[in-house]
């Protein structure tokens, strides 16, 4: 009998019922004395959840006051500063807005998209232009022009969670184009299936107490836990923390070894005062490959681990060798020069990686860049080389800086959410199917390709794709004017759209080049539930609303509902029910559900407490079951067996992701790569410190603890500084072909020479709309680069970037990000 790896999840959740402990009393005791009831409007504390943490506000004067952390939160994140700068932004977004020249002229598409100039119109007004579009767009055409697929960071809240409101709604008019993949590990999540037989990105990973007793060296490849898991994706608990500081301890006495890989010296690295590693941007797996050359050579690796759970060492050897085509030996004495590792540090790594138990912990970075397959799939072979995957704290692991991976898991239901789809049974109100031969599904990341070069094929994953011809766009819960690479391009590629529709309660670059904007509220303004740990599952949060939503903004779901009313279809959408009922409906469904292991009480109940625990998780070793026995617990990849070789990918005959691992060079890198003659210096948008992408920069008082004379951060070495006569505090310009910004220098040790660092999420600010203009506030995809990570994947490769900077001199343009439309009247 075979069990599948959900069905041995599943085993262990019902197993784990005896040792499962109800929820806690802690809640009714501890806090009577604060709690005042959340039905209450005024002068009171009600809890609530986000990606930065569960919290309590106090609401005075209708108006939130304060943020603390909920007490179980041990390691709140400094971020919760910024909440309340988030709701009472001048950057929101106040009332429906339309752009001047779209309602004016009746003109689609043109150069002023970007100009910023609006008219104010009623809500009717904008919504009935918004059912008139999406009529037009499929009587004129058909569902292939309209694209709703992109979806990003949502609020937290399962209710409300806005993408799908959009998408339902959406749906029953009529069909659309979808998005495969996302940003965060569009390359990593296609290849590991073919090597690992899961995404691993976002799997379990093995509890951090097992690592932490067992490992005796971690090595955080393109990892920086402390930077990164202050958010999560559901309501976030910073459990992982903990754990960070037995770490720390363990470091500190000697007992753990920690290397960090990276260029740079991380927030991790400086927390955990552990060694590093330099690499070149962009060379990991040059290293990599050297590693593998030494551990084989020198007899090191574990045979009997590869014999017995892996496919295609022997197809993979060759080319370690310099057997194969391209007939070079990948010794550390070649990959010296490309990864800047000395090729006797290279076999000393080698030789550290097998003398104990090894944890390789990687994070995501190193796949958003072009080739990103591949320091995936290399890692796995050092794993499977190593021989520790299954036990505990050692093999590979490819998640544990996200949203609370590591915490040992409590195998508890999280609550369902809105329904994505038409109701089954249902058909849109336009049900047309013909794609026109275009595909109705393409890789997230290549939207703007389609826009450009409408009918183009590419290669995906094993398949064609056959890029649609993009008409109107419909955008929610995501900013694609910061998540997306090279704004001059998307200038050009907006100017060939029709119409734009942005669902926001921010005034985004992404409004700013939309054509109707319809304010939505923000998550403190409506009432919702979601998890207390996204991998976790540790409690369930209720997601109090604090104020009412402000000006003339609307829940998402309120929206929506007024636009189905303009096809007759409200009803089915709504499902007859509303905000509460619907929280109700859901906490029930979530209360069924855990039964059988977990207690939880009454909706009433859990509205007035605030929180449901599920009490302590139990530990997990990552791809023990497979260890165990390969042939009961396969992997699920074509052979079961950890792929070195795959058959199926080298079938594909694609250039940039062969049969097995490999080095490519890259279109740009630094440290003598390409490019790097005239643009000597890499770009790295690394996920911010002090923000959740572009969320919380619209926050004023928040975003002026890091920003450098108003601009975002440049992170800077101070021998590249100096060489350019810029100093700390400056405002430089930074600039490649592509594009150019301004940013305030930070000069910094932690960064070494050739590279330097913007977060991305720094909201996009052009002078004007006109190609080229310089971006007035510092949004690194001013500068990085459009292209797929391979025919594989075809992931955003924003990583893959060179560019030079210099001291700004003249006259300083004011920063145009913020404040919202400049609003040219009103419609009537
Ligand atoms: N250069 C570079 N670019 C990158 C990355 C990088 O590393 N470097 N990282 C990539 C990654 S991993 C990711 S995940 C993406 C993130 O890209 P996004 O998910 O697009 O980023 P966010 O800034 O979180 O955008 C969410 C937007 O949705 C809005 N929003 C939130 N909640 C609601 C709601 O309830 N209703 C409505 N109507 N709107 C809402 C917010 O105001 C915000 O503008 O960026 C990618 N882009
Ligand atoms: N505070 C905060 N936390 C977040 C987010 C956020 O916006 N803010 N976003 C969340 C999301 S959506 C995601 S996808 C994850 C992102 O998680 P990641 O993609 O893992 O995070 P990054 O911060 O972009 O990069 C991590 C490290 O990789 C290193 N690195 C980059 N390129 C290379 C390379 O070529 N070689 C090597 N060896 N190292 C390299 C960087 O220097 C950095 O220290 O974070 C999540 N957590
Ligand atoms: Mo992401």
Redesign the pocket.
Known sequence: MSLSRRKFLKGLATTSAASVIGPSLLMQAARAAEEVSPYASDGVWKVSGSHWGAFRAKIYNGKVQEIKPLEFDKYPTDMLKGIKGIIYSPSRVRYPMVRLEWLKKHKYSGDTRGDNRFIRVTWDEALDLFYQELERIQKDYGPWAIHAG??????T?QF???GN??QRAVAMHGNFIKKVG????GAGQTILPYVLGSTEVYAQGTSWPDILENSKTIVLWANDPIKNTQVGWQCETHGSYAYYEQLKDKIAKGEIKVISIDPVKSKSQNYFNCDQIYVNPQSDVAFMLGIAHTLYKEELYDKKFIETYALGFNEFVPYLEGKSKDKVEKTPEWAEPICGVKADEIREFARLLVKDRTQLIFG??IQ?QQHGEQPYWMGAVLAAMIGQVGLPGGGVSYSHHYSGVGIPPTGASGPGGFPRNVDEGKKPKWDNNDFKGYSSTIPVARWVDAILEPGKEIRYNGNKVILPDTKMLVV?????W????DRNRMKTAFQKLQTVV?????W?A?CRFSDIV?P????FERNDIDLYGAYSASGILAMHKLVDPLYQSKT?FQ?FTELCERFGRAKEYTRGMNEMEWLRQLYGECREANKANFEMPEFDKFWQDGVVEFGEGKNFVRHAAFREDPEINPLGTPSGFIEIFSRKIDRFGYEHCQGHPMWFEKSERSHGGPGSGKYPIWLQ???PDQ?????M??SEEYRATYTVQGREPVYINPEDAKERGVSDGDIVRVYNDRGQLLAGAKVSDNYPRGVIRIH??AWYGPLNEKIGAIDTYGD??TL?QDIGSSELAQA?S??TVVVEFEKFKGEVPPVTSFGGPINVGESS
């Open positions: 992109q979806t990003g960071w949502r609020q809240g409300h969670s806005c409101h959009m996302d940003y965060s590990t995501w970075a958003r929610s819960g995501c900013n694609p910061h998540h997306h690479q942005t669902i926001e309660f921010a985004t992404t319809l939505a509220c923000t998550q998402d929206i948008s690394c996920h923000r959740l992408h572009s969320q920069c619209e991305e999420g690194p995809n990085t955003t924003a990583n």
